[in-house]
Structures are given as C-alpha cells and as structure tokens.
Nanobody
Framework: VQTLVESGGGLVQAGDSLRLSCAAS????????MGWFRQAPDKEREFVAA????????RYADSVKGRFTISRDNAKNTVYLQMNSPKPEDTAIYFC????????????????WGQGTQVTVSS
C-alpha cells in the first residue's frame, strides 16, 4: 500500500503552464503504473494519463493528448503531469493513483489514491 500526495495545483490562466507532482511512499514505486485522473464539480472522475513502470510507456485521454505530458522519476518516487496550454474545461481536482495493471483508464483498477490537488484555469 502506497501513500500518494499531490502538489502543484493552483490558479492558472488559459494558455499558461502548470506542473503537478505526486510523491509516493512505500515500497516498489518503480513497479507500479502511475495514473492521473480528474474530477470536475458534478462530474464523474475521468482518466487523464498513465505511465507504465516498464519502459515508461504512456497513455492519454483524447482531451489532453498533445497538451499534457506524464512522466516519472523512480529515484524520487514521484510522478508528474506537465499541463501545457490548459483550458478552462481542464478545471478540476486532479488525483494521482497507482495500479499493478498496465496503464488502465478505469478508476477501479487503481489501488491507491492521493487526496487530490485543485487546478483552476481561468479564461
């Protein structure tokens, strides 16, 4: 079981950049898929991006492809989400999560979750 703590959220203008971080504690971080999800008010939690533990293969939601980049630093037990050219519709609470599966896009396939960090994009 891992503890995940997100940071880096805040208020950003549309077109600017923001980088979220998620620090993990516990064993074998390097052997987990790490994912980012988000949840806007009155909406269901949705998949954003995931990165595998093997060869850092990535997967993105169509809505963020080409704008967001997920990466990981196993030496620091940290996963990142670089948000470039954010849009107002990206406003949500962003969660990181870990999974033993290969980059799932379904929330229930993730085993541990952080508390989330709020991202607000103004127009």
């Amino acid at each position: 079981v891992q503890t995940l703590v997100e940071s880096g959220g805040g208020l950003v203008q549309a077109g600017d950049s923001l980088r979220l971080s998620c620090a993990a504690s516990g064993s074998t971080f390097s052997r987990y898929t790490m994912g980012w999800f988000r949840q806007a008010p009155d909406k269901e939690r949705e998949f954003v991006a995931a990165i595998s533990w093997l060869r850092n293969m990535t997967r993105y939601a169509d809505s963020v492809k080409g704008r967001f980049t997920i990466s990981r630093d196993n030496a620091k037990n940290t996963v990142y989400l670089q948000m470039n050219s954010p849009k107002p519709e990206d406003t949500a609470i962003y969660f990181c999560a870990s999974s033993t599966r290969d980059r799932p896009a379904i929330a229930w396939m993730y085993d541990a979750w952080g508390q989330g960090t709020q991202v607000t994009v103004s127009s």
